[in-house]
């Protein structure tokens, strides 16, 4: 399962005379944490064992081998393991966000809603409790988790309901939280999350792949940690609530059941020193930083200097664009009389905290954000993208900047700051032919951003 470029290309990248390089890279990245891919190469059985890389766990002769696939990634890695494990596997499940063209893994596919959850992830957790129901003690259950699972499966604790967990998430994604800081409200709102996934099958064994999708491949964070000890508590989520001042601003019923789970009338989630973790083993199989190698490798053999910066990248995403505009600048500089093309690699995910009704996204408002700041540099070029190719709530996966691009858009009458301030981004590259669209990725490591200096 391999992807690529939607055409049009971006008019600024396929103008550029690297364009074969660039998009060559650019592919080379994503096909590496491709969830098909990555769990094929990871995963076997042999002598009545389960393999996951050089680790192997018991497999008992009495049991049988359940597979549970949630997140974006979802078909792609139920794919792969079925072509590793083949009729070994009993019986799974898949949740995601798009239902595949074709069917891929004989194993029933479920949609659930994202970023926001909605009935159908209401629906999909249900029918994956009906699922884990099955399990025996002696069974195993193979988990594949990758970006979106925290939204695709939501089944929200007793006495909280749905529209309930929709608002709090809203007001979480609009006032620029970490997803850190949503997955932290998340696990103490849900009965899946924190752990959930260990309390409704054990004492059976679960064996994890997971694709990562947030910065620092925090198990906890990822997903929610549906498979993973949770060390933060009702206290920590009450302090994300103070730190974007939304006490009053959430439903009540979410607050007052935060507030009673601090003073320890509701459980808290499954933590590191639980008994619970005995038989689980969490493995993560592909990253943001897997996905910068692998363009870094496809650069330096296309004999372009590379230096992967960081997989760690955070912060308001139009500030982080004028700090990428400001590196171009430096090594346009540098570049003058070079023999070699030069490209610095980042990836993570930045925040956009929405103050206007326009589309965007963190990407393209980060590209945006680098415009005026990169006017006139000849030989620069900015491009971020979305690794899923689903840029927040615009339909593109991200955007393209080039010297030229804002001379480009004063001739159309656009002005960067004014979509800036409506958060508009994508309806500024869009008018300027400069958006990002892919096929289908089948993953999510988070943001790629690649500058290109020739």
């Known amino acids: ?42 995963l076997h059985i042999e002598q009545g064992r389960l393999w996951v890389g050089d680790q192997s766990y018991p497999l008992s002769s009495e049991g049988k081998l359940y597979l549970l696939a949630v997140g974006k990634a979802a078909v792609a890695m139920a794919a792969g393991a079925k072509e590793s494990l083949g009729d070994q596997i009993s019986a799974g499940i898949i949740v995601t966000k ?71 998430t809203q007001l979480l994604l609009r006032c620029g939280a970490t997803i850190q800081e949503l997955n932290t409200i998340r696990k103490h709102l849900d009965r899946f999350k924190g752990g959930g996934i260990i309390q409704a099958v054990k004492p059976a064994q679960v064996i994890s792949l997971i694709i990562s999708d947030v910065i620092g491949d925090s198990l906890e964070v990822i997903g929610s940690g549906l498979t993973a000890p949770d060390p933060t508590t009702f206290q920590d989520a ?53 996905a910068c190698e692998a363009a870094q490798r496809a650069f330096q053999a296309a004999g372009v200097k590379t230096l992967h910066l960081t997989s760690f990248l955070q912060g308001e995403a139009s500030q982080v664009g004028r700090v990428f505009a400001a590196f171009a600048r430096q090594l346009s500089i540098q570049q003058v009389n070079a023999d070699q093309p030069i490209c610095w690699i980042a990836g993570g995910e930045t925040t956009v905290t929405v103050r206007g009704s326009g589309i965007g996204g963190r990407n393209s408002e980060l590209a945006l954000g680098a415009v005026a700041e990169m006017a006139g540099l000849e030989n620069a070029l900015l491009i971020t993208l979305a690794s899923d190719g689903d840029d927040g709530f615009s339909p593109a996966a991200g955007a393209v900047v080039s010297g030229s691009t804002f001379s480009r858009a004063a001739q159309m009458g656009l002005k960067p700051n004014e979509f800036l301030k409506r958060n508009d981004s994508f309806s500024f590259f869009n008018q300027l032919n400069d958006c990002i669209y892919t096929t289908p990725t089948h993953t999510n490591v988070n943001d790629l951003i690649f500058l290109f200096v020739s």
Do not use: W
Not at 118 to 134: G, H, M
Not at 264 to 281: C, M, N, W, Y
């Open 1 to 42: 399962m391999s992807f690529d470029l939607r055409h049009p290309i971006p008019t600024s990248l396929a103008n550029h005379p690297h364009k074969d390089i660039l998009l060559k890279a650019i592919q080379e990245s994503l096909n590496e944490v491709a969830g098909d891919q990555a769990v094929r190469r990871s």
């Open 238 to 290: 009450l302090a994300i609530l103070d730190h974007y001042e939304l006490r009053s601003s959430i439903p009540g019923a979410v607050l007052e059941y935060l507030e009673e789970g601090a003073r320890g009338i509701h459980p808290e989630t499954l933590k590191p020193q639980s008994e619970d973790f005995s038989r689980v083993a969490n493995h993560i199989i592909a990253s943001n930083r897997h």
């Open 98 to 168: 798009f239902r595949p063209s074709e069917e891929q893994s004989n194993f029933p596919v479920l949609l659930g809603d994202h970023p926001v959850p909605k009935q159908q992830s209401l629906a999909a957790a249900r029918a994956v409790e009906s699922f884990l129901k099955s399990i025996r003690a002696q069974d195993t259950l193979l988990c594949l988790i990758s970006g979106g699972a925290s939204a695709l499966l939501t089944s929200p604790r007793p006495n909280l309901r749905l529209r309930e967990v929709q608002k709090t």
